[in-house]
């Protein structure tokens, strides 16, 4: 083929030409070499001039392109880098943290100008956002904390509105926390608002039902003690439980027993529970009377043994109280083991000292009958004093009253004066027979002292006010068969039997909540 132009370029072929490739395609982007006016081999000139001058414009639009997008690249690899003034550059890491650090400290001043110290804050994840962080304060404001309440866990500045505070304090609500309640649980556990309520919350209070604390039970429980939503299943609580229900303490009344002292379940059994019930038993009082104990008075194990219950049992000693005495007077009045103990009975001791002429010995023997006295108030001491005067009893006579039964100083003034009017207008008996036997004021005018007065009246049986009134209905009954007494037949003065006592409860105990409103100043 004579008449063909060679062209070393690669296109689309057009008609009236003819193109062949090379071997150094164009297509491979190998454009610096071309020259389209070197590279067109003219073999013939019969061709059309057009058909030269239409190659030759195409060559000259595609170096015209190549060169430009080489010289394209060319600039961009020239180009120096944007300066820090430019619209599109990124913050260095550097700078990020100087602004966190700049934002951060605004936050800091913002609450140092409401008087909350942030030095314990650093290292915590808190809003940049000054706003953020008056809403937070702002909420817990509304809750009834003050500032003081946030510094002393400032950590609770970390907690987010929506996220921790709201979702918290909405499921407390729904389970029966009351609102007015919300400042006084806070300030006692404030990490409660760290908490979620299904991985955290919900737990607890399952757990807390299967102790048998019925859910009504659930707020109260709550509000007494918050800090129990932070304990683990299987820690301290389980095994305060196991120790109770080991020494005897029945199954049942597991639920009632928290449900009025919750503060067990935070309780160590090395270190709070077992030496407590084991100094209880070195004293003399069964186990099984600690049992009883408890479940009767648990706040009890609340009482610090180095501060309060061994100088309590020191200090009985100390005052005249028999060694043999104490299980009896911990039994009967547990509270004497936790009261601030030793003020209180050298303060009776000297009342009793001063109005009654009482000795150190026998001020003993009045407690082992009644250790309440310890915790009377001696305005209504003076008060039954003034009465058995004023009806005519002699201090010596008073005095032998007060160590045969010392209860008479806490009876109803108003009652002993019916029993008392009985006595002298319808038994016409001597006031003798009252300081022999000073418990007649204990008994009822009339469910006892009446009927059975008519009763040997009736008879025409002359006996003493023991005789009378010491003794059951049924063995009085008894005794109305005799025709006539030979000697008298007094009964042992009743003491406490603490067999009896440690039997355990033979009935389903209910577990509705029920405060211990013990007052015992007011006694």
Known sequence: MSNIMM????????????????????????FAHLNPLNKILFTTERRNVLQVRVGSAIFQRMYSATSSGLASASDRSDRKPAGKSSLYARPSLLQMQQDRLKARETVYEFLRSLGIVPDELNGLELPVSIEVMRERVDFLHKLGLTVSDINNYPLVLGCSVKKNMIPVLDYLGKL????????????????????????????????????????????????????????????????????????????????????????????????VIKPFVELLES?????????????????????????????????????????????????????????DLRSKLLSQQNFFKYNLDVNPEEFGGIVEKMPQVVSLNQTPIMKHIDFLKGCGFSQEDMKTMVLGCPQILALNIDIMKLNFDYFQHEMERKLE??????????????????????????KGLKCSLGWLLNCSDQKFDERMSYDFIDIEEMEAEPSFDMESFSRPKEYESSSEYDDDSEDDDDM
Not at 12 to 24: D, H
Not at 245 to 268: A, K
Not at 433 to 458: G, M, N, Q, W
């Open 433 to 458: 027979d009252i300081v022999a036997f000073p418990a007649f004021f204990t008994y009822s005018l009339e469910a006892t002292i009446k009927p059975r007065h008519k009763r040997i009246a009736k």
């Open 7 to 30: 062209i070393n370029c690669a296109g689309v072929t057009k008609s009236g030409f003819w193109c062949s490739r090379s071997e150094a395609s164009i297509l491979g982007f190998n």
């Open 176 to 271: 029966g926390v009351r609102k007015s309640t919300f400042a006084d649980f806070l300030r006692r556990y404030p990490q409660v608002l760290h908490s979620s309520v299904v991985v955290d919350l919900q737990p607890v209070v399952k757990y807390l039902q299967g102790l048998d604390i019925k859910e009504n039970d659930i707020p109260r429980v709550l509000e007494k003690y918050p800090e129990v939503l932070g304990f683990k299943l299987e820690g301290t609580m389980s095994t305060s439980v196991a120790y109770l229900v080991g020494i005897g303490v029945g199954r049942r009344e597991i639920g009632p027993i928290l449900t009025r002292y919750p503060e067990i379940l935070g309780m160590r059994v090395g270190r």
């Open 283 to 339: 004293i003399g009082v069964p186990r099984q009377a600690v049992a009883r104990l408890i479940e009767n008075r648990p706040h009890m194990l609340g009482f610090s043994l180095g501060d309060q219950v061994r100088p309590n049992i020191d200090a009985l000693i100390e005052f005249g109280v028999r060694k043999q005495s104490l299980p009896s007077i911990i039994v009967r009045y547990p509270e004497i083991a936790g009261i």
